[in-house]
């Protein structure tokens, strides 16, 4: 094999490539050729790529959970996937041969077709092909999506909303989380929707939950423009999966804000409010925490506390509460193990091991 021939050889380009965050489920092994059929390229195919230039994202957040920098002429491999970040681009699932954007660093290629002006335009990768297995298939992240399950979970479910991008639901999920775990109960944290990031999921396993897991699991690289249909089917096998491993209680964050198109399907879901047992709400500020719960109310929920950037403040804390009559707690009163279980009795209540084994 000539020096041209090893160097454009897929298993070499394979080998060679940064795998992102959302791939880390896949067996790279699987990945035998490549197909360049752009046009039929679908939500979550695997595509083998070669940085063209640099912009909003430097770097990749690798499978291994590390960061990498990024040079022009890099091999990635990312998922197609659409993307929704009022703070950075909004993408959807396309593959344009002479060129795509990377939309997200944890793993996702599109076409960028609204951008933030703060923010630099997308990194350019050019796409080299499709990833096929050994029977010429697409490689999906679905094929390595954790099992169907065969009944509905029962598990307790606390969720997190927000009334925006960057409000707070990350940390108000991992130390709610981290609060729970303080009382001996086994916990879960879970990311429903977004876009695959490391961030989020390391920022989650710091607090020595049990179990972790986002929507990648799932098999989803993101969850914009998905159905809803599909988005809930995810959602139930995480919270199927965090039964198995014998958690007895799920927090689970939702991303964005409560007007963003998959959020805002899911909270009007009338199985999804039966489902979960309450509710958590990050804010801003306190004229977003007014609008959020008036919002909330309107759909039928009744956070148990408000927190997020808000609980910084002793003046926003003292504005929100007047306006809403819903307490606002700190990170570090969420962390607190008395606080945390005194939410979780307020919601639901963990089922003991009889119920939960009840067909």
């Given at each position: 094999?000539?020096?041209?021939e090893?160097?454009?050889?897929?298993?070499t380009q394979?080998?060679?490539?940064?795998?992102?965050?959302?791939?880390r489920?896949?067996?790279?092994?699987?990945?035998?050729?490549?197909?360049?059929?752009?046009?039929?390229?679908?939500?979550g195919d695997?595509i083998?790529?070669?940085?063209?230039?640099?912009?909003?994202?430097?770097?990749?957040?690798?499978?291994?959970?590390?960061?990498?920098?990024?040079?022009?002429?890099?091999?990635?491999?990312?998922p197609?996937?659409?993307?929704?970040?009022?703070?950075q681009?909004?993408?959807?699932?396309?593959i344009?041969?002479?060129?795509?954007?990377?939309?997200?660093?944890?793993?996702?290629?599109?076409?960028?077709?609204?951008?933030?002006?703060?923010?630099?335009?997308?990194t350019?990768v050019?796409p080299?092909?499709?990833?096929?297995?050994?029977g010429?298939?697409?490689?999906?992240?679905?094929?390595?999506?954790?099992?169907?399950?065969?009944?509905?979970?029962r598990?307790?479910?606390?969720?997190?909303?927000?009334?925006?991008?960057?409000?707070?639901?990350?940390?108000a999920?991992?130390r709610?989380?981290?609060?729970?775990?303080?009382?001996g109960?086994?916990?879960a944290t879970i990311?429903?929707?977004?876009?695959?990031s490391?961030?989020?999921?390391?920022?989650?396993?710091?607090?020595?939950v049990?179990?972790?897991?986002?929507?990648?699991?799932?098999?989803l690289?993101?969850?914009?423009?998905?159905?809803?249909?599909?988005?809930?089917?995810?959602?139930e096998?995480?919270?199927?999966?965090?039964?198995?491993?014998?958690?007895d209680?799920?927090?689970?964050?939702?991303?964005?804000?409560l007007?963003?198109?998959?959020s805002?399907?899911?909270?009007?879901?009338?199985?999804?409010?039966?489902?979960?047992?309450?509710?958590?709400?990050?804010?801003?500020?306190a004229?977003?925490?007014a609008?959020?719960?008036?919002?909330?109310?309107?759909?039928?929920y009744?956070?148990e506390?408000?927190?997020?950037?808000?609980?910084?403040?002793?003046?926003?804390?003292?504005?929100?509460?007047?306006?809403?009559?819903?307490?606002?707690?700190?990170?570090?009163?969420?962390?607190?193990?008395?606080e945390?279980?005194?939410?979780?009795?307020r919601?639901?209540?963990?089922?003991?091991?009889?119920?939960?084994?009840?067909?």
């Amino acid at each position: 094999m000539s020096f041209n021939e090893l160097v454009n050889d897929p298993t070499t380009q394979l080998t060679e490539a940064k795998w992102s965050f959302a791939t880390r489920r896949v067996n790279q092994a699987d990945a035998v050729s490549l197909e360049t059929d752009f046009a039929d390229t679908q939500h979550g195919d695997l595509i083998l790529g070669r940085v063209m230039s640099l912009g909003k994202h430097g770097g990749i957040q690798l499978s291994s959970g590390r960061r990498s920098e990024l040079f022009t002429g890099d091999l990635v491999v990312l998922p197609c996937a659409a993307r929704y970040a009022p703070d950075q681009f909004e993408g959807t699932a396309e593959i344009d041969p002479e060129g795509a954007d990377m939309l997200a660093s944890g793993g996702c290629l599109g076409k960028a077709r609204a951008k933030n002006e703060r923010v630099k335009p997308p990194t350019r990768v050019l796409p080299i092909g499709r990833l096929t297995n050994v029977g010429g298939a697409p490689v999906n992240l679905t094929d390595y999506a954790l099992p169907k399950p065969a009944r509905k979970s029962r598990i307790p479910v606390i969720a997190v909303f927000g009334t925006a991008m960057n409000s707070g639901k990350t940390l108000a999920t991992a130390r709610l989380g981290y609060g729970l775990r303080q009382t001996g109960l086994r916990v879960a944290t879970i990311k429903a929707t977004g876009t695959g990031s490391f961030g989020d999921f390391n920022e989650f396993a710091d607090t020595g939950v049990h179990y972790i897991a986002d929507f990648t699991d799932a098999g989803l690289a993101t969850t914009y423009l998905l159905p809803l249909n599909e988005i809930k089917d995810g959602i139930e096998r995480l919270l199927f999966d965090a039964e198995q491993n014998e958690c007895d209680v799920v927090v689970m964050e939702v991303a964005d804000g409560l007007f963003q198109r998959e959020s805002a399907a899911l909270l009007a879901d009338t199985e999804f409010r039966e489902r979960i047992g309450g509710m958590v709400f990050a804010c801003g500020d306190a004229v977003a925490a007014a609008g959020g719960v008036q919002e909330l109310r309107r759909l039928g929920y009744e956070p148990e506390a408000l927190t997020g950037m808000l609980s910084c403040s002793p003046m926003a804390t003292a504005e929100a509460q007047a306006a809403t009559g819903i307490r606002v707690m700190t990170k570090g009163e969420l962390s607190d193990p008395g606080e945390a279980m005194a939410i979780l009795r307020r919601t639901t209540q963990p089922q003991t091991e009889a119920e939960t084994q009840t067909p």
